[in-house]
């Protein structure tokens, strides 16, 4: 589903050349639920970036669902994210003018599903995450772990196969936190290629396997990618 294979990021800091990924190959599978790992600076959030076509490697090649990344334009790469690829961060950028379900629907309206679709599809997606109760709660009267979720919903909607989530419970107390996990778990044993970077040691319970990031280089310790 995911696949990098020498994947080097470069970045420039004040005259000096930062080596965030170096050379970096890895693969997840649909169904299966990764979790990167590393100090503060290591390379998680490039990684992810890299996955989620939001950042250009200087060199290597990252496919997803078979597509080679750097043949697509900036256009093709908005339209896989929508159609395909999932991304949750710390904080889940939720439009606090819509309500949750609004919310959810936003990616399905913007591929042009039709109303009424992409409403049913948002109220299974919300769901999913335990919250089919609240599609008309505005964001205000959600509480922040109800928040998250809802932000998972929004990244899952429609049938996305793979989900990338960058410190998704930075912002969340562990009750909450073990709940966003088994979403995720819950997600992958679904059939979607889960992809989490995250410093919450609670995670090693839903993951399948770990990933542990070093200097922008990383260090596959279970499963199956290499
Ligand atoms: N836009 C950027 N400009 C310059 N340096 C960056 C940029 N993004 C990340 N870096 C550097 O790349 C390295 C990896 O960063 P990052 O992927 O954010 O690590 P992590 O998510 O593990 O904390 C760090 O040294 C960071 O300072
Ligand atoms: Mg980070």
């Known amino acids: 589903m995911v696949d990098l294979s020498d994947v080097s990021v470069e970045f420039e800091d004040a005259g000096e050349t930062v080596h965030a990924l170096s050379r970096v190959s890895m693969k997840a599978d649909a169904g299966t639920f990764t979790w990167i790992g590393g100090p503060s600076g290591s390379g998680k959030s490039t990684l992810l970036g890299v996955i989620s076509g939001l950042l250009e490697p200087k060199s290597g090649r990252v496919c997803v669902r078979g597509i080679d990344l750097a043949g697509l334009s900036q256009d093709q790469l908005a339209d896989l994210r929508l159609k ?38 948002a109220m299974e997606s919300l769901g999913e995450v335990g919250l089919g109760n609240l599609a008309n709660r505005m964001p205000a009267k959600l509480s922040g772990g109800q928040r998250q979720r809802v932000g998972i919903a929004r990244a899952l909607v429609g049938g996305r ?8 419970t930075g912002s969340l107390d562990s009750a909450n936190s073990r709940g966003v996990f088994g979403i995720l778990r819950e997600a992958a044993d679904r059939g979607v290629c889960v992809i989490v970077a995250s410093h919450d040691l609670e995670v090693r319970n839903y993951a399948d396997r770990f ?3 070093r200097d922008g280089v990383l260090n596959i310790t279970d499963g199956a990618g290499n």
Not at 90 to 114: D, Y
Not at 161 to 168: G, H, I, K, Q, Y
Request: hydrophobic share 45%; charged share 20%; net charge negative.
């Open 84 to 121: 395909h690829v999932g991304v949750v961060f710390q904080e889940n950028n939720l439009i606090k003018e819509f309500s949750a379900g609004e919310n959810v629907e936003l990616p399905l309206r913007a591929q042009g599903v039709e109303p009424k679709s992409a409403f049913s599809l």
């Open 161 to 168: 196969s793979v989900l990338v989530a960058d410190e998704p």
């Open 211 to 213: 990933i542990q990031m």
